[in-house]
C-alpha cells in the first residue's frame, strides 16, 4: 500500500485517500477537430506504459480533491517526487522509462 | 516424443523413472528463425505450436526472458469460460473453449480441464438486466448459458449466503457449464513440449533487448545473447507489452496494472464450481488439492512489481467472507500479484502493425488464461499469412483509430 | 505420572496448572504454558497425522511455525480451525483436536496401503501424464483425486467471532521479540523513538525462551525479564506478542495478525478473536531469526526425526524430553547443544554423528567432556521404522558429504536430532520485492538490498551467537532511531562457532531414485528423488521444479524445505546455489484468518449503505427497497394484496390520472459556481448553456472523451454565475471528480467551483394533472400558474414554510414539479405533502413505476439504455449536440470517427410488441429473421420493457442495427423459453408524443 505526499496538503497520506488517474502531461489537444482519427486515437488511447519511471496524475479523493502529478517507479513503486499540476517534473526520463 | 499414459507411468516405475526424456530441450539460440515469438507464456508456446502444427513453420524461437510460463500464465486463477457478451469475443473465447477440449489429448498432456460449471452471480436487478442479455446472446452465439435464479445457485453451491437480507443479495446468476478451471502450469508445459517435438526451439533466460529494424520492416531482435534474425517477430509478452512496443519506437494502447490473487491453506473439498461476482469483487473455485483459489481486483495504478495495495487483498477476502460466511475461520495461505495489460475496451489485440513482420497479440488483461488456445491459434494463423484470422480480424489496433471497439466492459462480464 | 516424557523440573510451564485436553478422541492432560505439540510429546504421542500423497505415519518435527507435519483439526462445531500447526496452538483447557487426514484412525490408515503400492506409480507430475483417456472421464478422475483433497475441513455454520482491526504508525517497527529484537526494540525504546515490538509467540524472548546462556552474568532468562520491565514500563513502546507480522508490502506498510482469544479456547472467547495491525514505519528493522534445516536422508519423515533445536526448545521451555534414546546428527555446533540438553535430562545420547571431519567448536568440546560419543566424518543415512523410530543407519562420507567411503552400520534409538545448519527467515524482507543472497560462508540466503527503510539484526543476518545477536540488535535500533550505536557489551561465552559443513542431501548406498524416500518438503511429500526427476524431465528453473513437485507449497511455504531443494537442485543442476535461486516468498508469513483480513467490513458493514431523510416513512408504508450505487431507493410500494404488476399498475394511473410524489433526493446534485461557471457547462455538456437565463433549467447530457454517453441529468441556473447540476444515482461521484478533472488540468484558467450537495437537499417529484393543486395549499409566496411558472422554470420559495426550490421539469412526461428542500427539514415536508394531497389520493411511487413512466416517453435511464457503448446520436439524441459552439466539447471529436460516425450503428429505438399483451424480457436480443441457424445475426438487444397499464400494451425499448432507417419493420426476440415475440420497431415515445401534458 503506497503512502503518497500531497503538494497541496503537503502531508504523506495514504493510499486509499487517493484515486489514480493515468499519466500525466498529456495535453489536450487544442483543436481536436483538426486532427486525423489515428492523432485522435493517440490522445485518446495509446500510453507509454513505461517500466520504471513514470509521471502520472493522482487525485486526492478524499482529502483536497486536487488533483496533482507524481513520479515513480513502476517496478519498485518507489515516489519520487509530487509536484502540482502546471510544473514539470525534476525528474525525467526517455520512453523506456529509464533515467 | 515419448507418449505419456498410464502405461507409460507403470513401465518407468519399474526403473525408479531414471529414464524419462526431456518433456523439452534447452538449446542455445540459432542466428536465425522464420520467426521469433517473444514471450514464453502459455499464449506465446501455444502459437509456436500451432506454427508447427498447423502451418508446417517450424524454425520458430521462443524466447522468454525468464521460463516458460512463469508470467501471467502460472499466476492466474485458471478460470476458462466463454460466455462473452459481444459477437466477436463470444467468437475468440468459444473458439478457445472448443480447443480447450481435447487439448489434453491433442498434446499428450493432461492439463487437466475441468469443466465443473462457472457461475456469474448478480447483485442487483442491473446486474441481472446484464445478465439476461449476456445470456441471451451467448445462447443465439451457441454457446451454452443459462439464468438461474437464487434458488438454483444455491442447490450448485450449497454454503453460498442466499440470505436476501445481505448488503448485496444474491439475486441470481449465469450459469456455463461448460466453463471451469484448468492447471495452468500444465497448460505451458504441455504446449512446450509439443512445440518443442516439433522443431520450435524454446530458449529461456534469454531476454529481448530491442527490436531491429531496416526500411520499416523487421529483420531480428537483439537479446542478452546476441542478435537473432528473424523477418518475423510475434510478441506475446503481457504485462511488458508496452516495453517491448518501446523497442520498437512504437506506443500501444494499454497500460500494466497489478493483479492479485490469494489462495487458502488446503480443505476439504466444499465448492464444486467456479464463483465470480463482478458486483463485490469475488472470484473463487476450490483446487483439487483443496485451496481456495481467489482473484483479487485490480490494482489501480500502473505497476511492473508483480505486487500490488494491501487493501485490495482485505477488500477481496471481505467479499468472499460476505458471499461465503463459511469461509470467515479458513486461513490465507498465500496472495501474489502478476501484470495484466488493459486495453481501453477490456479485450485484447491480435494485430500487425505499422511495421512490416512485427506482430502483437496483448491488451488480455485480467482474463488470458481462457484464451490461451484461441489466442495462439489465431495468432499463428496471423503470423503465418501476414494477414488476420477472421476470428481475430476485428481484435485488430486499427479499431482504436476508427472507434469500433468492442467494448466488454458494458456488459459486466470484464473481469477474468 | 500421565505424561511420561515430562520432566520433574524446569522449563516455562506452570505444573500448578493441568490441563486436560483431548487427541483423536483420546484424554491426555499437559500443563499452562505448554503448546498442543509439547503436551502430546509429553504423552508420548508422536504420530500425529499422515501425509498429503503417500499417506505416511507423520510426527512432530520442529516447535514453531517451520512444523511442516502437525497440522491439526481445532476445536468442535461453529469454532472449528482447519490446519493450524500443533506447535503454534497454546493449550488450553478441553481442548479438542484431531488429525486432519488416516482413515480409519491415523494409526491404521488405510490410504497408506495405497500410498505403499501407488508410490512408486506416482512421481512428480504423474497426473500430467495419465487420466487422459477417454477424454470425457476427468471428471470421473477428477471426483476419485477430490476425496483426497485438503487437509482439515470447515464447519457449515457461520463464524460466531468476531474480528478487527488496527492502524498504527511508528518509528521503529522491530518484528521478533528474539534477543536481536529486544536489544533493538530497547534501543529505539531508549532513544525516545515511537516503537512497535511484535512476535508470533506468546511469550517474548524468543530463542532467550529456551536458553541455558548467560548474558553478562545473569541468566537469559533473567535478563529477558529485566529487559521485557523496561520496554513495558516505556510509554513510547508497544509489545505486541501473539502477533505474526505476515507480510510486507511498499512504503514500510506491515500487516500483523494478532491472537487475541485463540489461548482461552472458545468457551471464554469475549471481544475480538483476532486483530489485523496495519502498521505504517518510519524504519523496519528485522529480527525475524533462522529456522534449522532439516537433513535429508532415507525415511527422514518418520516420527521421532525431529530438528535438534526444536528438541531443546522441548527440553528447556517446555520441559519435555521426546525421546528415550536419541541419535544426533549434525552438520554445525547446535547439533551438540541438543546432545547436552538431552544428556542433562537425564535421557541418553547415543552419539552425535558429525559430518565434519573436524568438530573441536565450543559445544562439541563440552560434549565430549560430557562422555558423549562423537563419531566425526559420518552421516545418519536412513531411520529405520514402521510408525516411529526405531534405529538408524550410519555411514562414514567422504569430506565433501557426498560419498559413502566405507561400511555402514545400524545403531538403536527412538530419536533422531537433525541439524542441518540454519535458514535466515528472510520471507518477510523478500515480500519487498528484494531478492536474497546465497552465503557461502553462512550456508544460507541473507536478505538482499534493502530496498526500503529496513535493518536486519541478529541470525535473519546470520549473526548466530547470542553476543552477536544482542550487539548487532542494539546497534541497529540505535541506527533506526536515528541515535548513535552504543557501546554495549555482551559477555555470552558464545563468540565463537565451528565453521559449519554444507550438507543438503546425506548419500545413500542406493542411488537417490531408488533409495528409501528421502525427503525434502514433508508437508508436500517431495522427495531429493522428486526434484531430481523434475531436472531429468527439462523442469530446470527453480520456480518449475518447484511447481513441478509443489515443493514450497504446503502451509508452511517450504520453510524448512526450500534451501536444500535449491541445493540439492543446485547440485544435479552442476551450478550454484546462487545462480539456482530461490523461489519467491509470498504474503502471509503464516496463514491468515480470512475474517480478520476483512475485519468488520461484512454484513451490513460490507459496504456503506445510504438512506434518504425520508427512509422510514418508505419502510413504514412497507415499500420494497432497490441497491442503486450505495443507495437504497424505494423500488415500489406494495399495498396488502397486490401483485408488483398491480402496484405498478396503481402508482402509474395515480400519476397519470392525479398525483403521485417520488424521492428522488438521490439524484447527484453538484453546486457550480463561478464568473466560468457558464463557459465549463459549455465544455462539459454536449448542449450550448450560453444563452440559459437564471430561473431556468436546461437537460445536459455529458459524453465521455470517446464520445459516448456518460451521465445526464437537469442543470439550473440559479444565478448569473450559480448552476446546480443533477446526476444520475450511481454516477454522482464519478461525476464529480470528472468535473474536477477537466477543470484542475486543462482549464485552470476558468474560475469555477464545484461542491456536492447530494446530501444537503432533498428532493421530491410531485407528479401529475393536480400536483400543482397540492402545492398550491403548501406555498403561498410562488405563483405557480402555469403563465407564471412555465415548464423548465426554477424558483425559489417556501414550501410548508420551509425554504425550496422549486423546479417545473419532467421525467414522465406529466405537468410536475420539484422540490427541493434542505435535507434536514426534508422528512417534515414529505408529510405535509402527503397530507395536503390525501384529496387527491396522493400515491408515493418508487424507481419502477418511474422506469415506466419515463420509457412511455421514451426518456433514456444512462446505464440502463446506455453501456458505453452508444453515443448521443446512438440514442436518437442528436437534438442536444451543439453544432454551433466554439469550444470542442468533451467527446465531440470522437463522434465523427469513421466508426462512430456510420449511420447503420445500433440505435436506440421503441419497440412495439405485435402481440398487445406481451411483455418482452429486457436484455432479449433482437434478431431480423427468427428462422435461421445458430449462431444468429443478432441486431441489438431490448434495453427496457414494461406493461403499460396507460397505453393497456407492452412497451420497450432498445437498440437496433441502422433502427432509425428501419421504423415500421418487424423484429423478432427468441427467448429461452422457445418462444419468439415479434415488435414493430417505432418511434419511444409512446405517450403524449407531441409533449401536451407537461406544458399545461
Redesign the interface.
Known sequence: MLQIYCPYCQELREETEFSYSGEAHIARPLEPQQLTDAQWADYLFFRTNPRGIHHEMWYHASGCRRYFNATRNTQTYEIYETYPLGQQPALTCDIGGKR | MERYSGFSLFKHAFSHHENWQKAWHSPAPKPSYDVVIVGGGGHGLATAYYLAKQHGITRVAVLEKGYLGGGNTGRNTTIVRSNYLWDEAARLYDHSLSLWQGLSQELNYNVMFSQRGVLNVGHNLQDMRDIERRVNANRLNGIDAEVLDTKAVKELVPIINDSPNIRYPVHGASWQASGGVARHDAVAWGYARAANSLGVDLIQQCEVTGIRRQAGAVVGVETNLGFIAAAKVACVVAGSSGVMAAHADIRLPLESYPLQALVSEPIKPVLDTVVMSNAVHAYVSQSDKGDLVIGAGIDTYNGYGQRGSFQIIEHTVSAICELFPVFSRVRMNRSWGGVVDISPDACPIISKTMIKGLYFNCGWGTGGFKATPGSGHVFAHTIAKDQAHPIAAPFNLDRFNTGHLIDEHGAAAVAH | MSQPNRLSVGGRIDRSKPIEFSFNKRSYEGYAGDTLASALLANGVNLVGRSFKYSRPRGIMGHGAEEANALMQLGQGA?????PKATQVELYSGMVATSTNGWPSVEFDLMAWLGKLGG??M?PG????????P?AW??RY?KF??KA???????????P?IYDKLNHYCDVMVIGAGPAGISAALEAGRNGKRVILADEQCELGGSLLASQQNINGASASDWLGTAVTELASMANVVLLSRTTVF?Y?????L?ALEQRTDHLGPTAVKGTRQR?H?I?AKAVVLATGAIERPLVFGNNDLPGVMLAQSVSAYINRYAVVPGERALIMTSNDSGYQAALDIQSAGRTVVAVVDCRYHAEGRLAQMARAAGIEVITGHGVIEACGSHSVTGAVIAPLDQAGDQITGAQRSVSCDLIAMAGGWSPVVHLSC?T?SRPVWDEQLIGFVPGPN?QQQYCAGAVVGHYTLAHALSGGAAVGAEAAGAKVPEIHFDCGDETEAQAQALFLIPHSK?V??APKQFVDFQNDVTA?GIE?AI??????I??IK??TAMGFG?D?GKTANVNGVAIAAKALHQSIQATGTT?F???YT?????A???R????L??P?RYTATHQWHVAQGAKF???GQWKRPWYFPKAGETMQQTLNRECLAVRNSVGIMDASTLGKIDIQGTDAREFLNRIYTNDWSNLKPGKCRYGLMLK???MVFDDGVTTCLSENHFLMTTTTGGAAEVL?WL??WQ???W?ELEVYFTSVTDHWVTYSLVGPNSRKVLEQLCNDVDLSAEAFKFMDYKAGTVAGIPARICRISFTGELSFEVNVPANQGHFVWQQIIAAGEAYDITPYGTESMHILRAEKGYIIV??DT???LTPQDCGMDWIVSKTKAF?FIG???L?????ARSDRKQLVGLKPKDPAAII?????I?MDPNQQ???D?VG?V?SSYWSVCLDHGIAMGTVKAGFSRMGETVYC???DGRTLAAEICSPVFYDPNGERHHD
Do not use: C
Open positions: 469454532v472449528t480451525v482447519p490446519n512408486p506409480f512421481p504423474f497426473y500430467y501424464k495419465t487420466f487422459m483417456f477424454q476427468w471428471l477428477e483425486i477430490r483433497a485438503g487437509f482439515g475441513h470447515i464447519s457449515q455454520q457461520p463464524d467471532d507480510g508490502y511498499d512504503h514500510n506498510f500487516a489485523l496495519r505504517r515480500h520485492g530496498v542411488s531414485s531408488r528423488a526427476l531429468r524431465e527439462g523442469y530446470e528453473s520456480e518449475h511447481r513441478y502451509t511455504q519467491i509470498r504474503p502471509a496463514p491468515v484468518t480470512f475474517g483480513l476483512a475485519g467490513d461484512v454484513g451490513s460490507f459496504d449503505a432497490e441497491n442503486v472523451e470517446d464520445g471528480a474536477e478533472l484542475q488540468t486543462e485552470p446505464g440502463q453501456d458505453g457503448s470542442s465531440q471529436r470522437s465523427h470517427r469513421s466508426d462512430t424480457p429486457e436484455g432479449s436480443q434478431v445458430i449462431p444468429m443478432m438487444h434495453t427468441p427467448l429461452v
